[in-house]
């Protein structure tokens, strides 16, 4: 029996750092074991938006990391949010400034979203996608649409179509559909070309909706894309486990502190950082996968970015232990269960 695991460090494709006292208190999750963490750009008060929003986060987050007492050898990886209003100039600039991607939020499908893309087939915003295609960002999707009639479980297959066009409008831009939670979702993205690769969430391989809203609200499982069926989380298991290189890390971890979910109109999110190589190795050990767990932490991702594979090792060992309730002002995922593997 296998007990213990090396993996090279970790690249995380989908980290909310925030800012402020909430980014002090995640980022040491994170750069424990991932060398590279893509930072998500829909922070509040101040959006990231354009090259001087880029350098100023980036400086915080490399504040954060230098007030740490132990130094990780870890760097973010820059985006912008696309909004109606981000022009090509806006783009060379934030690519200047260091951005490797641009992040679409459809108006209104999850936190932070209120100012989201209205209109994927505006002449303007093809443009800024040309301009994305022509400097070599990679367009990030969140990958929902929010539709009179359309239950909050249909969202994401509802936005497929409009993935469809945009793979086929820009053949070279590199284009990720963000934690995927279909089966419908990652049966397409296996069809579109290889410029089409999709994040998959350590929640979303275990939760199901019930897992949400069937034995009482948990709120500390609520997050966008809502978990679906059991076998969309089936295929999305086969999917991160089946070596496709399609498929890689994003753990879409975003913490919000417990009053923000423990309340009406509760906080969309879920804080997997602190337990997530730990989480992976359950999955994949369940699936009898372990052996292709690191191609899809420390592979597949860098190469589909175009980035070199991370130097470095973390181990996972054996070893039983209890998610703490609460860590600083957050709820982690599994808080208070059992789990099986831990960081060396
Ligand atoms: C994320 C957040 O809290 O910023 N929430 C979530 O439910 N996943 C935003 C996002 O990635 O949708
Ligand atoms: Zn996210």
Request: negative net charge; contains cysteine.
């Amino acid at each position: 029996m296998n007990d213990r695991i090396t993996l090279r460090r970790l690249d995380d494709m989908h980290c909310h750092f925030r800012i402020g006292s909430l980014l002090k208190e995640v980022l040491p999750f994170t750069a424990q074991y991932a060398s590279r963490g893509i930072a998500m750009p829909n922070t509040r008060p101040r959006a990231i938006l354009t090259g001087d929003d880029i350098f100023w986060y980036r400086d915080e987050i490399r504040r954060a990391l230098d007030e740490m007492p132990n130094r990780y050898p870890f760097e973010p990886l820059m985006t912008i949010e696309i909004r109606d209003n981000t022009t090509p100039k806006i783009i060379e600039k934030a690519h200047r400034a260091g951005a490797v991607a641009g992040k679409v939020y459809p108006l209104g499908v999850t936190t932070n979203s209120d100012e989201g893309l209205r209109d994927f087939d505006s002449e303007k915003i093809s443009e800024t996608f040309r301009a994305m295609q022509d400097v070599g960002m990679l367009l990030l999707i969140h990958g929902e649409l929010d539709r009179e009639h359309t239950l909050v479980t249909k969202r994401e297959e509802v936005f497929l179509p409009t993935l469809f066009k945009l793979a086929e409008r820009f053949p070279n831009l590199k284009i990720v559909l963000e934690h995927v939670s279909t089966r419908v979702g990652v049966e397409n993205v296996r069809q579109l070309g290889k410029n089409v690769a999709a994040t998959i969430t350590a929640h979303h391989l275990c939760l199901t909706l019930n897992d949400v809203v069937g034995y009482g609200i948990q709120p500390h499982h609520g997050c966008m894309p809502i978990p679906k069926d059991f076998d969309d989380r089936d295929e999305l298991i086969v999917a991160a486990t089946s070596g496709d290189p399609k498929f890689f890390l994003g753990s879409d971890t975003a913490p919000h502190p417990r009053e923000k979910k423990e309340c009406a109109k509760g906080a969309c999110g879920v804080y997997t950082a602190p337990v997530l190589p730990q989480i992976l190795g359950e999955v994949f050990e369940k699936a009898e996968c372990l052996d292709r767990l690191e191609n899809f932490t420390s592979r597949f991702g860098a190469e589909f970015y175009g980035l070199p594979l991370n130097d470095g090792t973390i181990s996972l060992i054996k070893s039983e232990w209890v998610v703490p309730e609460q860590i600083g002002s957050v709820v982690p995922f599994r808080a208070g269960d059992k789990l099986q593997w831990q960081l060396a």
